[in-house]
Structures are given as structure tokens and as C-alpha cells.
């Protein structure tokens, strides 16, 4: 592996091709929960730099819900999932039947049942990343904070910043339209070692 | 009014009057602001981690708290910042999330404030004020003219340093 480039254009392939696969995943269990049907876009995924990793959730100052799950066994680092506020308060709504009050905070019922969704959105792309290295991944609990995007997004950027200056990012669209989206982002960010080892699982050096 | 002088992650430059400069949404990161009062002359740097001789990938300078700091001593000298006068302003190195484990990994909003302050100190650069810790988000903005470092917070009323 080069030392300046991250990763090179088959690489990318892959872990946006383990990003499509995951997503769908995540898709079919969001629609399970929410008990309707969950359409999915074609996830988008970006190689940037780490500097627009909060550009691409809207800016740095966007307010977001981050759930970080730390990784362990085969494959050491961290992973993430961002989504707006716009689309926490939307996935609030259709899961617990309620009205969010959108300028408030968030009570701990709430919370919580972001958590379990975040839980449960990474935990299919992890299943995905594990099925197709054949590698054991162990996540933690599920780590979860509101705040400005740039502020969440600068652990997975700092944790990026150890191996170099780009950070991969797959954009998850759920959701039926616009003002009802409640997709996300997300961010697997493995150390040095691990890297090598999900590459080497998958046959590409 | 002047101009807002926005620097994003891992970078740094310099502002005189009547421009400020600012850096969003400072996480684990440090935003260190090194200004000479009397000159009215200052630089910013939003530093990501604390050593740079523990990274193999370090060309980027502005990454890190000791060549971040000593690139921008450099750089506010160069504007005519008078050495002795230089006094120095940080916030930032929060810890974002709640973790329960003490893994080395997840307290670099730590390492960095003292990676930070020890570099000032090994430069003999006072610290003039700090909000660093904590677990929220902040924006800051430092106008050289007043001197006053301005900290933004979600669901906080801003406060000046």
C-alpha cells in the first residue's frame, strides 16, 4: 500500500460494493421495524478529503446525530453513522408513533431508540464486511451524540488522519422522498493493519 | 466590518485587523490561536493530533500540535509579531462520546490539549485563556482587534475568552 494513497481504484470498488450490499441490508431491517417498505437509492460513495468530510453532511456547523461503534478481533478501528437531525426526528416519528418536538431536545426514550436504529444500520454493514472477509468483527455498544457535524465527524477524521488525508464515505438514501428522508451516512474508518487485512481477505493487496 | 478568515481541519493561517478568523465545529481537535497584542497581528491552527513524530504520514504539518504550532510561530513572526509579546488562546479537545473504556484511541480530544499546552510551553508562550474538555462542539472565532477569542456551542448562548 502506497503511503500517500489511502487506497487505489480497485479497493474503492470493493468497499463501495461492501457499502451497497450493507446498505441493503440496513434497508431491510429498517423496513422490518418500521413495518412498511423502505426504498433504497444507489448509495453514493466518495473518496474526500477529511476536510470535506462535513461538507458532505451538509457542513460543519449542520447539527447531526453520530453512533460510533468501536471494532475489535479481525478488524480493529471504528465505524460510524451519521444522519441529520432532520431525518432522527423523521425516524422518531415513524418508529415511535409520535410528534418530535423539533426545536427541543431529545428525551432519553428517544435517544435511545436512535441508538437501537443506529445499532442495527451498522451492525448490517458490519455483518456484510464480515461475510464477505470472512474476517470476525466485534463491535462495542453504541456510542451516540447530537452536535455539529464537523465536531462528530473529527473523531473519524482524526482516527483517518493517522493513515493519511482521505477518508471513505458511503452516502445510505432510505426513505420514500425528500422531506421524508431518513438515510444517513457512513463511515468505516479501520486501523492501518486492519485495512490491510479486510484487502488481503478480499484478494487485493 | 472586516472579513471572517475560515480555516477548516488541519490548517492554519494568519489575520490582522479589522479581519477575524474562525474554525467550525472544533470536536477532539485544538484550535490554537497565537496573537500579539500589541501588534494586533494573530494566526490560527486547528491541530487533528498531538505528535507528529508518532505518524508516519506527517507531511502535512498543520495536522499536528508541534509542527502545527511552531509553522504558525513562524508564520505570525513573518507578519511582524513581536516574539516576547506572543500570547496564546485554545479551545477545543473535546471528547465527543461517551465512551466507557479508557482506549488510548478515544481520548485524543485529551492528548491533543496537552500535546497543545506543552508545546506553548516548551515555546515560553503564555496561555492567555482556554475552554478546552468537555463534550460539546464549538466554533470559534478571534478578532485581533479585541483580542477576544469567541466560543459557539449548540444550545449554548456564545461566550467570549
Redesign the interface.
Known amino acids: 500500500m502506497a503511503?500517500?494513497q489511502i487506497i487505489n481504484e480497485m479497493q474503492f470498488d470493493v468497499l463501495r460494493e461492501i457499502g451497497n450490499i450493507g446498505s441493503g441490508n440496513a434497508a431491510t431491517a429498517l423496513a422490518k421495524m418500521l413495518n412498511q417498505k423502505v426504498d433504497i437509492k444507489v448509495p453514493k460513495a466518495a473518496l474526500l478529503d477529511?476536510?470535506e468530510l462535513?461538507q458532505a453532511v451538509g457542513?460543519?456547523?449542520t447539527?447531526v446525530v453520530?453512533i460510533?461503534l468501536?471494532l475489535s478481533e479481525d478488524v480493529e478501528g471504528?465505524m460510524m453513522f451519521i444522519m441529520k437531525i432532520e431525518a432522527a426526528y423523521n425516524l422518531i416519528e415513524k418508529l415511535m408513533f409520535m410528534q418530535v418536538d423539533r426545536n427541543g431536545?431529545l428525551d432519553e426514550m428517544q435517544m435511545s431508540c436512535l441508538q437501537e436504529i443506529g445499532n442495527i444500520i451498522t451492525g448490517a454493514y458490519l455483518s456484510s464486511l464480515s461475510d464477505l472477509t470472512r474476517l470476525t468483527i466485534q463491535a462495542?455498544v453504541p456510542?451516540?451524540?447530537?452536535?455539529?457535524?464537523?465536531?462528530?465527524?473529527?473523531?473519524p477524521?482524526?482516527?483517518f488522519?493517522?493513515?493519511?488525508?482521505k477518508a471513505l464515505m458511503i452516502e445510505a438514501e432510505f426513505g420514500e422522498d425528500a422531506a421524508n428522508e431518513i438515510g444517513g451516512y457512513f463511515l468505516l474508518i479501520p486501523t492501518m493493519a486492519s485495512y490491510d487485512a479486510i484487502m488481503a481477505s478480499l484478494g487485493i493487496g | 466590518m472586516g472579513n471572517m478568515i475560515k480555516i477548516?481541519?488541519?490548517?492554519l493561517n494568519v489575520c490582522l485587523p479589522p479581519d477575524a478568523i474562525t474554525t467550525?465545529?472544533?470536536?477532539?481537535?485544538v484550535g490554537v490561536v497565537l496573537y500579539d497584542p500589541t501588534q494586533k497581528i494573530c494566526g490560527m491552527v486547528h491541530v487533528?493530533?498531538p505528535d507528529s513524530t508518532k505518524?508516519?504520514?506527517n507531511?502535512?504539518r498543520a495536522?499536528f500540535a508541534d509542527t502545527g504550532i511552531e509553522d504558525l510561530l513562524q508564520r505570525v513572526l513573518a507578519l511582524g509579531a513581536v516574539r516576547r509579546n506572543l500570547v496564546a488562546k485554545i479551545a477545543g479537545g473535546?471528547q465527543?462520546?461517551?465512551?466507557k473504556?479508557d482506549?488510548d484511541?478515544?481520548r485524543?480530544g485529551d492528548r491533543n490539549v496537552e500535546a497543545t499546552k506543552a508545546k506553548l510551553q516548551e515555546l515560553h508562550i503564555p496561555i492567555l485563556a482556554e475552554d478546552t474538555g468537555k463534550?460539546?462542539?464549538?466554533?470559534i472565532e478571534f478578532y485581533p482587534e479585541t483580542g477576544e477569542l469567541l466560543v459557539k456551542s449548540?444550545?449554548k448562548t456564545p461566550y467570549k475568552i
Open positions: 503511503e500517500n477529511f476536510n462535513p457542513g460543519e456547523e447539527i453520530g460510533l468501536t471504528m431536545s462495542s456510542y451516540m451524540a447530537m452536535d455539529m457535524a464537523g465536531a462528530i465527524l473529527s473523531v477524521a482524526i482516527e488522519g493517522k493513515l493519511g488525508d | 477548516g481541519m488541519a490548517e467550525l465545529g472544533l470536536g477532539s481537535c487533528m493530533l505518524i508516519k504520514n507531511e502535512n495536522k473535546a465527543m462520546f461517551a465512551f473504556s482506549n484511541m478515544l485524543v463534550n460539546s462542539g464549538r466554533t449548540v444550545g
